[in-house]
């Protein structure tokens, strides 16, 4: 009798739990990331070829409330391909995808440049559950 309580109480809870991404706001217009750039800045991959190189995750919060947006981010590379002064220059919706971006970015590596790269930006997309990059 308690084992079969068990599997039920166990069926049901993995019916009220869903991987199923159910947008509840829009997803907002991505932004002309050129637009927020100075000539001398590198956009994105224009001038960075990726060694180690993952997409954040999309962060549960946002996911069980439906929550689609995108983050621009500010990196400098490194002489040896590494990342350096990683910061968020605009978020849609402020902060909601702000620390996965960062985690995700202060992982990433980069072919070593002939030299130093700086305000580098990149757009990260958060669309229907799933993290990608911008263009």
Known sequence: M???WLFLVAGLSACASTSIFTPR????????VKGYSD???????EALAAVMFEM???????????????TIMRLDVAEDG???????????????????SLKAV????????????????VLLRYRAGEASLGG
């Open 39 to 45: 000539p001398d800045d590198c956009i994105g991959g």
């Open 56 to 70: 954040p995750t999309y962060p549960k919060s946002a996911f069980r409330n439906g929550q689609q947006g995108w």
């Open 25 to 32: 706001s829009a997803y907002p217009p991505d932004p002309w």
């Open 82 to 100: 590494m990342t350096k002064n990683v910061r968020v220059e605009r978020s849609v919706p402020s902060g909601a995808f702000d620390r996965a």
């Open 2 to 4: 308690k084992t079969s």
């Open 106 to 121: 202060e992982r990433w590596q980069f072919r070593p440049p002939a030299a130093p790269l700086s305000n580098c930006r």
